[in-house]
């Protein structure tokens, strides 16, 4: 099943898990399944319907009890990993602290392990972040989606006084991510909102080609007098392959100069960039010099970056890119359980409908180094068990 995140109006955690209830997760199992990691007397979790200009939608609202307190990043990791949750439920929520915790850190001078979240720590955020994940697992979500993300402008007050809007740890989260400015003075996406994203969403952009079983909206809990303040959710199943259609970029150029040792270097710096792809490709260039040509695959997002690694760390005078789309099956990263424990693996949808799993490389190389075994044996061992 494919998500698309429609923030017209930004997002924040109550919207996302209001729209997750509008969507059909029952608000009693979500209770239930969110005292696994909090007691019962530490929250109350109401939802009811609202109308925003004309729409209805639904809204969350988290009561405390008895009163709210912080929590470091520590003590919410420990929390996550400890519990009984699944395995994709843990992951999805203690990756969109991880994100949190590192822009807060960035933001104030501190390592993570010794950020306090106050508002974003809090039993409120916790209700909403793990909710969130709790109900794409209900609705089996696979893959996401988001359109730009609006960031609003003016002031906002928070535990550290008169912040201007974007607050700093939620322009922190969305480095690299295509936000857009709007004349609303409000707070339109949180760094709660903005971690969701940035963790969740494969892409973004218009609304992908996919045929929509439903929607759901959350309400935010402010008026707006401009438009209505709601967060879309669109649920289906992405058309033609069952994949993702989405633009990307082709970043390339020829070398004819370089230390080929370099090339490793700079494949490693690539990847941390963001590509998508890095390949060297023999040619033979003018003079009928041997030479390499650099062809990596990006998001649109990324080019700046990777225009400007090529260009400080190569010999190249010039790069050229160029707009392609591409169609990638649906695939999903799960874990499995094998001889050697558990195991990553990607869950790959053929067109037929036939999904084929195969072990990611890391986890067999891992366990190969751990048992000092060829890494062939671990790789053939685990397809010979989830096939």
Request: with cysteine; glycine share 8%.
């Amino acid at each position: 099943m494919h998500a698309h995140f429609d923030c017209f109006s930004g997002i924040s955690g109550d919207m996302t898990l209001a729209a997750m209830v509008d969507l059909g997760v029952p608000p009693e199992w979500l209770r239930e399944k969110l005292e696994l990691i909090l007691p019962a007397d530490e929250f109350e979790l109401k939802t009811g319907w609202v109308m925003r200009s004309g729409i209805k939608a639904v809204a969350v609202d988290v009561k405390v009890k008895p009163a709210d307190h912080a929590r470091d990043f520590r003590a919410i990791k420990a929390l996550l990993l400890g519990s009984v949750l699944p395995e994709t439920v843990r992951q999805r929520s203690l990756a969109i602290f991880e994100k949190i915790a590192a822009a807060e850190a960035a933001v104030h001078g501190c390592s993570m392990e010794q950020v306090h979240f106050h508002e974003v720590g809090a039993v409120d955020a916790i209700v909403d972040i793990v909710g969130t994940a709790l109900g794409l697992d209900y609705l089996g979500v696979a893959s996401v989606s988001a359109g730009a993300i609006p960031l609003g402008c003016g002031f906002v007050v928070c535990q550290h006084g008169t912040l201007p809007v974007p607050a700093p740890a939620t322009l922190k989260i969305v480095e690299g991510l295509p936000v857009c400015g709007t004349r609303i003075p409000h707070e339109l996406t949180t760094p709660t909102g903005a971690a969701i994203l940035a963790v969740l969403a494969d892409e973004f952009g218009p609304i992908p080609l996919m045929t929509v079983r439903t929607s759901g909206y959350g309400a935010g809990k402010r008026e707006l007098k401009e438009q209505p303040n709601l967060l879309r959710v669109l649920l289906g199943r992405r058309s033609g392959l069952k994949g993702a259609s989405n633009a990307v970029v082709v970043i390339e150029t020829t070398i004819d100069d370089m230390n080929p040792e370099i090339f490793g270097f700079v494949m490693e710096r690539l990847f941390q960039d963001g590509a998508l792809d890095v390949c060297w490709v023999p040619v033979q260039m003018k003079k009928n010099r041997p030479g390499t040509l650099v062809q990596v695959l990006s998001r649109l997002e990324d080019r700046p970056a990777i225009v400007r690694r090529l260009l400080s760390e190569t010999t190249t005078s010039g790069v050229r890119y160029y707009e392609v789309r591409r169609e990638i099956l649906e695939r999903e990263i799960k874990w499995v359980d094998t001889a050697f424990g558990k195991v990553q693996v990607k869950a790959i949808t053929r067109p037929d409908g036939k999904v084929q799993m195969t072990p990611e490389f890391d986890a067999c190389r891992d366990i190969a180094r751990e048992r000092n075994m060829p890494i062939k044996d671990v790789y053939e061992r685990i397809i010979k068990e989830i096939s």
